[in-house]
């Protein structure tokens, strides 16, 4: 309704992980119903491209007319951690995702994700 798009990228390695692999992420896209694309990196070009380095790892990018898309946001969904007992919110992705469509500059220093590393091929 806002004029966005989302996609997941999953980038571990099968070889090492072979319970992160596209069977199992389509059975999770269905079990959790994800309204978005969920694809597999099998080279892992994608996640170096990006310099990723955990998942989930935020990315957001706004389009202004004719310009290329550019990185508005890099950084964590919110302040919430398995051990912190902080409630899952989401609050710095979506500060970022309205502060880009209504034209504003980030109010907020840009945190960096926490998460489980990604698992890179041997």
Same mark, same amino acid.
């Given at each position: ?12 390695? $099968? ?26 990196? %099998? ?10 380095? /955990? @998942?989930? %790892? ?11 898309? %550019?990185?508005?946001?890099? *950084?964590?969904?919110? &302040?919430?951690?398995p051990s912190n007992n902080v409630p899952? @919110?989401?609050? &710095?992705?979506?500060?970022? $995702?309205? /502060?880009?469509?209504? *034209?504003? %500059? ?8 926490? *998460? /489980?590393?990604i698992k890179w091929h041997k």
């Amino acid at each position: 309704q806002k004029g966005l798009a989302s996609v997941a990228i999953s980038s571990n390695s $099968i070889v090492t992980h072979p319970q992160d692999g596209p069977e199992y992420m389509a059975e999770e896209a269905k079990l959790f119903k994800y309204p978005f694309p969920y694809l597999y990196d %099998e080279s892992q070009e994608v996640a170096k491209g990006f310099r990723a380095v /955990c @998942t989930p %790892e935020f990315y957001l990018f706004k389009k202004d007319g004719r310009r290329p898309f %550019e990185l508005f946001y890099h *950084g964590q969904f919110d &302040d919430s951690r398995p051990s912190n007992n902080v409630p899952v @919110t989401g609050r &710095d992705l979506s500060r970022a $995702i309205d /502060c880009a469509l209504s *034209g504003q %500059e980030l109010p907020f220093d840009q945190k960096p994700s926490v *998460g /489980c590393s990604i698992k890179w091929h041997k």
